[in-house]
């Protein structure tokens, strides 16, 4: 089955800076990209996602990368604020099934 | 606001017993999803359900079951319950089968003494 990593576990950015977050996918059939946003104690929530046919989206502050053949998608927050800090998931999707599998998050902590 | 609702939103029981956590998916959604979030780790699946039938497992405990009703609000069911049990627990739910995005509800927080 898929097998999803994600990286770093914890990133503490000061506000402005810029965050990145890496996640590396094992089935190569997989062909949908997600990334959630988790606060405490709330439900996760969409806050991108990219198809395997594209190889980059932008929405404001936030960007999605996706490179096919090294199996990685990455997620850019530009301009990081306070209320940026939450759990963040990458999630892939095999184009075979419509379930999820996650990555283990990553808390960012955006200090001010 | 996902439109995805669950119920109870808190839980407290004793281990050995037996629970039922409800799940109402957005308006026109076949898909349900069940997931487990324990301290400390990412976001479990463990089954899913599409217009009634059970469409994929993960990783389920056999103590565990689930099933989607006609209205298509699904219920997941857990007995025997242990300490390790005590996680929160979202159910989402997506348009269908070909339709990605998954909407998650505002969880269960199940706490088993």
């Known amino acids: 089955g898929e097998n999803v990593e994600q990286h770093p576990s914890t990133l503490s950015v000061q506000e402005g800076d810029s965050a990145v977050i890496k996640c590396t996918y094992s089935?190569?059939?997989?062909?949908?990209f997600p990334w959630y946003k988790q606060e405490l104690g709330k439900r996760p929530q969409l806050i991108i996602d990219?198809?395997?046919?594209?190889g980059e989206k932008k929405d404001q502050r936030i960007a999605v990368t996706l490179n096919k053949t090294a199996k990685h998608f990455s997620l850019h927050i530009t301009e990081t604020q306070p209320e940026d800090s939450a759990v963040y998931f990458c999630a892939a999707r095999n184009s075979g099934y419509s379930t999820l599998t996650f990555g283990k998050g990553t808390m960012l902590l955006v200090s001010p | 606001d996902s439109g995805v609702t669950q119920t109870p939103k808190h839980l407290i029981t004793a281990t050995g017993q037996r629970v039922t956590l409800r799940c109402s998916p957005r308006s026109g959604d076949l898909s349900v999803y069940w997931y487990q979030q324990s301290l400390d780790q990412g976001l479990q699946f463990l089954i899913q359900y599409y217009n009634g039938e059970e469409r994929a497992k993960g990783n389920i405990l056999e103590r565990f079951s689930a099933q989607q009703f006609p209205d298509l609000h699904s219920e997941l069911n857990l007995s025997s319950l242990e300490l390790g049990d005590s996680a929160l627990y979202f159910c989402a739910s997506s348009g269908g089968l070909a339709e990605e995005t998954q909407y998650f509800g505002p969880g269960t927080r199940l706490l088993v003494l």
């Open positions: 990219i198809r395997s046919n594209v």
């Open positions: 089935d190569s059939a997989s062909n949908y």
